[in-house]
């Protein structure tokens, strides 16, 4: 059974940071790239941040960009974002994500993800 649990949202202050963590089974997670998305109230859910399986290729959005950073540690099968100088509006809920296909580069569209975890909220005080 796949199952990807996110954990460490939480509130944080603008400029502060976070540490969100998502851990994979059911599936051979060094064999998959993994994206980070978020979603907020009335919004669609958009890309933050994805990586190869092994980590050769990273990708962010650009709103994210020099901000965030994603990795992922196999051995563990966890994948992380490491979440700086926050802002008010990076506020929402953020999901890790699995893509349908191992062995493919990471992609920033919500399509090409199969299984996702049941999202961890992040709220940014102004």
């Known amino acids: 059974q796949v199952q990807l649990v996110e954990s460490g949202g939480g509130l944080a202050p603008a400029g502060g940071s976070l540490r969100l963590s998502c851990a994979a089974s059911g599936r051979t997670f060094s064999s998959y790239s993994m994206g980070w998305f978020r979603q907020a109230p009335g919004k669609e859910r958009e890309f933050v941040a994805a990586l190869s399986w092994t980590s050769e290729r990273i990708y962010y959005s650009a709103s994210v960009k020099g901000r965030f950073t994603i990795s992922r540690d196999n051995a563990k099968n966890t994948v992380y974002l490491q979440m700086n100088s926050l802002k008010p509006e990076d506020s929402a809920v953020y999901y890790c994500?699995?893509?349908?296909?191992?062995?493919?580069?990471?992609?920033?569209?919500?399509?090409?993800?199969?299984?996702w975890g049941q999202g961890t909220q992040v709220t940014v005080s102004s």
């Open positions: 994500a699995w893509p349908s296909t191992p062995w493919r580069l990471p992609s920033t569209r919500v399509g090409e993800y199969a299984y």
